[in-house]
Nanobody, 125 residues
């Protein structure tokens, strides 16, 4: 079992920044790719960013390229997402996700098999 605990969401004005954190409670070798999905009201859930276990491979949705950065600290089983230049369209519930199969690439939305409880990010205009 893998438990994912997110933090860092909140309310921010357009143009501002937030950093989301997610701690994975699991034996280190059982968590490979990690990432963040988001779901806005009335929209489908989408994979926003992903990162391989080593950090050598990353994935960014076109909508966040150049604004969001994913990183991880394997010593502490933590993944971070720095969000800059936030826009009202970024308003959503953000979910930390983890893959427990080593073969899953960061960009494979269907490969993540553990989800956090979600954290709300609201960007006001």
């Amino acid at each position: 079992q893998v438990q994912l605990v997110e933090s860092g969401g909140g309310l921010v004005q357009a143009g501002g920044s937030l950093r989301l954190s997610c701690v994975a409670s699991a034996r280190t070798f059982s968590v490979y790719a990690m990432g963040w999905f988001r779901q806005a009201p009335g929209k489908q859930r989408e994979l926003v960013v992903g990162i391989s276990r080593s950090g050598g491979r990353t994935y960014y949705a076109d909508s966040v390229k150049g604004r969001f950065t994913i990183s991880r600290d394997n010593t502490n089983n933590t993944v971070y997402m720095q969000m800059n230049s936030l826009e009202p369209e970024d308003t959503a519930v953000y979910y930390c996700v983890a893959a427990t199969r080593w073969s899953v690439l960061p960009s494979q939305a269907g490969g993540y098999d553990y989800w956090g409880q979600g954290t709300q990010v609201t960007v006001s205009s």
